[in-house]
């Protein structure tokens, strides 16, 4: 029996090499979702395999009435109508791991270009000009850092700035006391990671417990030198409040991998705050991490296709 396989948002064509080297499977790249082409493959697709870009709701699943299983090359799902999908019996799968250090790395790299002023003075450069003294930064070193959640990545942001010899504090009410204490992380509420931190990460899903969770009156309790880092979710700060801080010097500085919208809108009053930087959601862009979640979703489609098993499925316990 042979199964359809249809690969969008540029998923690693190395990473999907279980699939198709696999006789049973036939897979099609189409990376533009509002093509013809993609929707003429997904009429008769078994299985879809996406990143963040494509989003899957109530519509592209009545376009897909053969579908079974969609895989997110990637940690979040919030760009697939669980619930829906559930209600269509298609089962839900996602690559929790293959991003983990991709995502931890890229937070520590936004943490030190933000404090060494490194995009700045880079532009600074390329103008010409030595402006040496205009850039004094900060170190890491005996600054506390304050984690909003510490799962997979946090964890891993947490073990890389400790190396930095920085104190960590965490708020995270899922985060088993005994994992946090292995880490050495010193859980706290949301409001000592609120005030009482030199820099703050974000490392959270968004849902409505996160949704707008940074907002002006949070930021307003912080420190005055305080750096905001979120790589995790846009939507988790409040991207006008983040604007209008960063602008009147209520926080110190932020940097920013994730939108509240993606691609982020050209008016964005983010484009002109100050003391911000801004990366196009990079943060699970790394080769390795590409091939990483793409094997492990295709895995899970032939799990699913060929052999029936859902138990891994995030919406498992309602499929079953």
Known sequence: MSYSVLSTDKVST???????????????????SASAEFGTVLATADALIVRSATKVGRELLARAPNLRVIGRAGVGIDNIDLMAATEAGVAVFNAPDGNTIAAAEMTVALMLT????????DRSMRDGRWDRADF????????MLGLIG?????????KRCRAFEMDVIVFDP????DRAKELGLQLVDLETVIADSDVISCHVPLNDETRGLIDAAVMGRMKSHVRLINASRGGVINEADLAEALTDGTIAGAALDVYESEPLDVSSPLRT????VMTPHLGASTVEAQVGVAVAVAK????????????AAVNANELL
Do not use: C, M, W
């Not at 004094?136 to 600054?143: A, D, Q």
């Open 273 to 276: 705050a100050p003391n911000l």
């Open 174 to 177: 899922y985060l088993d006391p």
């Open 114 to 121: 933000l404090t060494r002023h490194v995009a700045a003075a």
């Open 14 to 32: 190395q990473g999907l090499a279980p699939l198709i080297e696999d006789d049973r499977f036939e897979v099609a790249s189409v990376d533009d």
């Open 150 to 158: 510490a799962g997979r990545i946090g964890g891993e942001v947490a």
């Open 300 to 311: 899970r489609v032939i799990e699913v296709l060929a052999d029936g098993e859902l138990s």
């Open 136 to 143: 004094k930064g900060i170190e890491l070193r005996g600054k």
